[in-house]
């Protein structure tokens, strides 16, 4: 076979052997391939080889840790603007639902949003994937939710769709309709009701939902009403949920089979067995944590009770203005508890099963998507030590090289 692509003499191909979704033994497992070549054809994996392999283009992986490309199933794009004020009120002592509940957060987006044209929302966004891939992410999920009305909440998806048709990175969206109450509404319920009523239309561009379960905002009662409408219609369901207030979202979510319930930060031991005996996964995101100075989501227990785990960064303009995957896998590592091995195969392979993408990324086997990162490190395990270094020194999209050399 002439391959079209050759990553030759690479130190270390680590990926995860078995098919997710990972979880105790497995999650901490890692197959490490050392000074083998890799093979793309096509835009796919084609070999794993200690042999010499034929192509028609070479790069060198000589002192190079290959990973699958990295896969953030949980950020906010596309949004519109800044809220670096909030970041400084929050310095000085305001809490999140503080500003949000005196018109901030969620809402002063939503307004930036629905006064930005679609192609400003486009441009906007663009430099955030440019960046994300040079840090090694080929694969982003975002979400809608800065729209909160029919108009806005739909263009937010169609710029969702551009952005993956005209950047290397693929864009997966998820509806986030239910992400705050807008203030034409006098009701969680009412505007729910609302957001109801134009679902068909979404379908056009996603069959995924996500609703902000917390106190304040959509309750459990409310919650369950809309995820069930949402599955009447066909629609999977992820959760933001048990973020500030155990409020028992996680629980609903394993209890209706959502496909993830994510940041978990509140949740406690209910929760963690609710979801250690269901197929949902936890997301983690300790960025949020981090960047709002508040605690952890217990990452350790969730692993040693049989958890599914993903990794994301959130990536937002409000609660985390971070998207750096290896800052993500330190704080994972030193912060939830969890191991090397775990933070990659969360980000990698139990990440992409968030995103439905199991058989074709998030792994280094024959057949899959040839994404790949290469790390200029001499082991895998030097990632939650050398964060914070520029240790990418190329990523492969499709086969292709698309940052680096």
Known sequence: MIHDLVIAGASQVVSSSKEPPLRKESLSRLEVFEDVNLGIKDGKIASISKSRLASKHYTSGSGSVVLPGLVDCHTHIPFYGTRYEEFLMRTQ??????????????LSTVEAVRGAAAEDLVSFNLRFLEEMLARGVTTVEGKSGYGLDKETELKQLRVLKVLGEIHNISVISTFLGAHAIPKEFDSP?????YVV?????????????DIFCEDKVFGLDDTEYFLKEATARGFKLRLHADELVSLGGSKLAAQLGAISADHLVAAGNESINALAESDTVAVLMPGTSFFLKEGYARGRALVDNGAVIALASDFNPGSCNIYDPFFVMHLAITRCGLTVEEAINSYTAN?????GLAQ???RIKEGFDADLTLLDLKDYREIPYRFSHDIVRAVIKDGEVAFGA
Do not use: N
């Open 93 to 106: 002592g305001k809490s999140y639902m503080d500003i949000m509940q005196a018109g901030g957060g969620i």
């Open 189 to 193: 319920r009412s505007y729910l009701e």
């Open 197 to 209: 009523g134009f679902l068909d239309e979404v379908r056009h561009y996603t069959d995924v939902v």
């Open 351 to 355: 990440s992409a099963y968030v995103l």
């Open 360 to 362: 074709s990324k998030g």
